[in-house]
């Protein structure tokens, strides 16, 4: 299993980290949403549970739970910023589909 990110993501999950004050990094996640099934979630992880498993690059933690592991197993995590709009993007190679607007993926 893994969970990559690039470098851009690594700077911007420190930024949020710093200014929030706290926390050991990013929680990734899916849940059910949208016309396609699943939908990624970003959260703060501020500590880690039993069951989480910890992918760690550039001095940054992703964290998913075990239960998510299959659906975001491969997947690189980028932040980007094309004009005046910026955002993490998914890279996973899971993915079969996604909706037109681009919000849900179905694996």
Known sequence: MSVSLT???ARQIKKQLK???????????VKKSGCSGYAY??????DL?????VFEKFGV?????????????????DYRKEGINEAFRFDNPNVK???????????
């Open 49 to 53: 549970k039993e069951g989480d498993a």
């Open 7 to 9: 470098e851009s993501a």
């Open 61 to 77: 933690k992703v964290i998913v739970q075990e239960g998510d592991l299959q659906f975001v197993d491969g997947i690189e995590l």
């Open 97 to 107: 589909g996604t909706c037109g607007c681009g919000e849900s993926f179905s694996v």
């Open 41 to 46: 979630a970003l959260d703060y992880a501020d």
């Open 19 to 29: 200014k929030r004050g706290k926390g050991v990094g990013l929680k990734l996640g």
